[in-house]
């Protein structure tokens, strides 16, 4: 647990001193702080949020998470935290519909297997531009999951690699 731990604190710890910051082996969304869920045992996105209050007094946080699965891990997490705005596209027809953490997301997006690039970062522009606009985050945390590539078996989803990029 403390190596994810540590990875998801470098990250934070970097973006906040380089600008930007990527952990390779973050991801782990369904992981609440209490509990495992899913492939995932450690919640990540949970203790960046959580250090870059402590640490950097941080108020207002973005996720955006962009994974074929919902994040239902951090959603929990943070439900009815005023200071995170939470951005999901995911294919609701797959694991883990969990309807509960649903009530965490601010913009949610129903990616299904026909989705295409086009519109698919069209979705997520408008979403982009609520945050921005209304919501005004002080920092942005990313997770790009990898499984709503097409052919992936587990998304179930179409977008390019470069709908990703």
């Known amino acids: ?3 994810g731990t540590k990875g998801s604190v470098d990250a934070a710890f970097l973006a906040m ?4 910051a990527i952990n390779l082996s ?3 969304h369904h992981a609440t702080k209490t509990n495992g869920e899913g492939f995932c045992v450690i919640p990540d996105i949970t203790f960046v949020t959580y250090y870059l ?3 950097y007094n941080i108020k207002k946080i973005l996720i955006i998470d962009l994974d074929a699965h919902q994040g239902n891990g951090h959603e929990r997490d943070h439900m009815g935290d005023k200071d995170i705005f939470i951005i ?5 027809s797959i694991y883990p519909g969990d309807k509960r953490a ?3 997301i601010h913009y949610d997006i129903d990616i299904n297997s026909n989705t295409k690039d086009k519109e698919f970062i ?4 408008k979403g982009m531009t609520k945050a921005m606009e209304e919501f ?3 920092f942005v945390v990313y997770n790009a999951g990898t499984d709503c590539l097409v052919g992936d078996p587990l998304g179930d989803l179409s977008i390019s690699e470069n709908g990703i990029i």
């Open 17 to 20: 001193h380089k600008g930007w």
């Open 88 to 92: 999901d596209a995911y294919n609701h």
């Open 1 to 3: 647990m403390l190596l």
């Open 122 to 125: 069209k979705d997520i522009d």
């Open 102 to 104: 649903k009530y965490g």
């Open 136 to 138: 005004k985050p002080e």
């Open 53 to 55: 209050r402590k640490v």
């Open 26 to 28: 973050g991801g782990y």
